[in-house]
């Protein structure tokens, strides 16, 4: 019997498709280096495959939404961070970006998505694009009609024949990841980091009456250190000092985990 056929978009379609899986590749956390396999339809044996998706609506000359699905490597590494668990639309949020800038348009902010749910809300047929490392990674998917916009050639009017993920030249089998890869595949993901010189608490009635030269006392003394916060978690502590004309924080004081809850 003759293996299947990945479903190969031809002409511009294709070019642009590339380019965006090979942006999506670069732009995706990851421990090792990605690379964008052989596309084929978007269908629910591949999504099957995942732990965990993302999607953003596109604005600009080209509309749609696309979805980036991730494998269980990067939910787990996200959810065991050391700065806490870490949200997984924000950390793919730059992958979409990069995709929907590819594409000529401009990505909406992402949102996590039930697996199920993802080529429902794709709208139409799709194509998937697999980014590979050692593993099975992600996988790009983009409806026909938005790839289609993009490249300006007419959408097709019916889908190609499903080809199994399984099935795709260079593909390789899913297995499990050696211990110690997680915390390096979240390398490249940007979180807020916030600086804290102290807090106070107020009525609602003193809140009302705050006006410009209103002094609010905090709870911590002139001199003490100011807290490092990342997403939240107090990491650090330091002092205030100003670079060119900017606010910075010299940091004094790393703060290990027990005292940091």
Known sequence: MTPPTAHEPSGPVSAILTATAQGVAGALPSAEPLRPGDA????????G???GAVVADLTGAVRGRIAVLVGEDLVAALASSPMGALDLASAVQPALDTAASMLGARA?????LDLALVLHELGGPSTAVPLLGSTLA???????ETLATAAGTPAPSTPTAPTPVSALPGTPRLRPVAGGRGIEMLHGVEMEVTVELGRTRMTVRDLLALAPGTVLELDRAAGSPADLLVNGRLIARGEVVVVDEDFGL????I???????
């Open 40 to 47: 084929q339809p978007g269908d629910e044996q591949l999504t």
């Open 49 to 51: 495959r995942f732990a």
């Open 108 to 112: 909406s902010a992402a949102r996590e």
């Open 138 to 144: 992600a996988a790009l998917l983009v409806p026909d």
């Open 250 to 253: 010299r940091v004094t004081e």
């Open 255 to 261: 703060v290990d985990e027990s005292a940091a809850v």
